[in-house]
């Protein structure tokens, strides 16, 4: 989710960005895990990113809570996996493959949040695009994204008017209301979808969107892969010395 | 909750994301067979239409809530190779946009969610469909059926990849108890929901139910 900025990190062109992220993130989950200074290294990189696009750490924690119920997962299987030969009767096996999925899944989520914290969603179709992502994804991704406030807008309104006529979201009852709703709304968002169309073709829309985005310089491209080669040259050591 | 990064080994990761993709290819040449680009603010409104509907939870077991997948509704609504692509749009924007699912793990989530749970699920429904009589109100029905199986389904998939690639060393019926346990609970609200959408959508637009063969349109009443 955008959060407005100047940094520059925010004018970094978006196709460089994802490139770098997807990369970055490989790098990451390639790196085996007892290699603790290459972690040390992503994290430090991780953070470098949050501090550049200046990103306050509650944003950062708030955009992280999706991982909750993995690391609560993850959280649990020093206790599940056996022999208990660490500390307090805990599994050493546990104890590293907890440690794996919430560092990696950490730090992958923590790069998402930093792509999509300083670019806005149609300058990274945009950048998908210019990656040569199928026509088809970005064509429909474009429309989505600035579709997508909209239609989830008019879910809040449905749910503040279901409420007000006193429906509690509870047990399997609750659900036919709320599946009678959501088939209003899909008509409604169809509809929408017809009109929008036919507006847009009537003003000459012939199948392409125009362009957003910085376009990339290869002062921005080298930046990228100086990012990816360093956290490769961590990868291919930490692979090599494990 | 979708897979984050790290829970599958990345061999394997790759190889769904190679799975991933080439049904992806598929699905993308079908689509542009089907659809002409007059349909594609239509597909990508379907797409933010399963997004936002992925936003309403309900609750499954104390303390718990699960969400629509929408699967099985993409494929009833829009046919099973534009569902499919639908169901990928979704899949990135999560990733990319919400931190939802890691990057790496993009290919496992298609497979499980897209793969399965709306080509899959569709298969189910004409499965479902063909077995009931040929009348309007058989497709919601086949709708909900299908969409409650196609959820434990798709959570199959991940019980699959998790034995084929997973980090943890956790007993693998432990795994498939939990995502069963879980999932079949999800699966009634999915079906419920699914049911009532496609049924909404039947009675007062007929003509969008672009996922039910002709002669079952046809000679219904």
Do not use: C
């Not at chain 2, 007059?38 to 990508?44: D, E, F, T, Y």
């Amino acid at each position: 989710m955008y959060r407005h900025g100047a940094t520059p990190l925010h004018r970094w062109p978006p196709q460089v960005a994802i490139a770098t992220t997807v990369g970055f993130v490989i790098a990451v989950v390639l790196t085996p895990r007892e290699a603790m200074w290459a972690f040390g290294l992503y994290a430090s990189m991780a953070i470098a990113a949050l501090v550049l696009a200046r990103l306050p750490p509650g944003f950062v924690g708030a955009r992280l809570l999706v991982l909750a119920p993995f690391l609560i997962a993850a959280a649990s299987l020093p206790l599940l996996e056996g022999p208990p030969d660490a500390l307090w009767g805990l599994s050493r096996e546990g104890l590293w493959d907890a440690w794996n999925i919430a560092a990696k899944g950490m730090l992958g989520a923590t790069a998402s949040v930093v792509l999509a914290a300083t670019h806005e969603p149609p300058d990274l179709v945009t950048g998908l695009e210019r990656l040569r992502v199928p026509r088809v994804v970005t064509a429909i991704m474009g429309f989505m994204v600035r579709y997508l406030e909209l239609v989830v807008g008019e879910v809040a309104r449905m749910r503040v008017a279901m409420r007000s006529r006193g429906h509690r979201a509870r047990g399997v009852a609750a659900m036919a209301p709320v599946g009678r709703a959501l088939g209003s709304l899909f008509i409604r968002v169809y509809e929408r979808g017809e009109r929008v169309f036919l507006a847009m073709a009537s003003r000459g829309y012939r199948g392409t969107m125009p362009a957003s985005g910085a376009v990339a310089t290869a002062s921005a491209w080298a930046a990228g892969a100086g990012v990816v080669v360093l956290a490769a040259v961590a990868a291919t050591i930490a692979a090599v010395t494990t | 909750m979708h897979i984050p990064d790290g829970v599958i080994g990345a061999t394997t990761a790759a190889g769904f994301g190679a799975v991933a993709a080439g049904g992806f290819g598929i699905a993308a040449r079908r689509t542009r067979e089907h659809l002409s680009d007059r349909h594609i603010p239509l597909a990508a409104l379907t797409a933010a239409f399963v997004f936002a509907a992925q936003m309403v939870n309900f609750p499954v077991i104390a303390g718990m809530s699960g969400h629509l997948l929408g699967g099985v509704l993409a494929a009833v609504l829009v046919g099973p190779a534009a569902g499919f692509v639908v169901l990928t749009v979704v899949l990135i924007v999560q990733s990319l946009v919400f931190a939802d699912g890691g990057l790496t793990a993009l290919g496992l989530n298609i497979v499980n969610m897209g793969l399965i749970g709306a080509v899959g699920g569709y298969g189910l429904f004409r499965v479902v469909l063909a077995a009931t009589p040929r009348r309007f109100r058989s497709i919601p029905f086949a709708a909900a059926v299908a969409a409650f199986l196609a959820v434990p389904a798709a959570a199959m998939g991940f019980v699959g990849e998790f034995a084929i690639g997973g980090t943890a060393d956790v007993s693998l019926g432990a795994v498939l108890t939990a995502m069963l346990g879980t999932h079949v609970l999800i699966g009634i609200g999915e079906g419920v929901i699914t049911g009532f959408v496609v049924a909404g959508v039947v009675a007062s637009r007929r003509d969008l139910v672009l996922g039910v063969p002709e002669q079952v349109a046809a000679r219904g009443a």
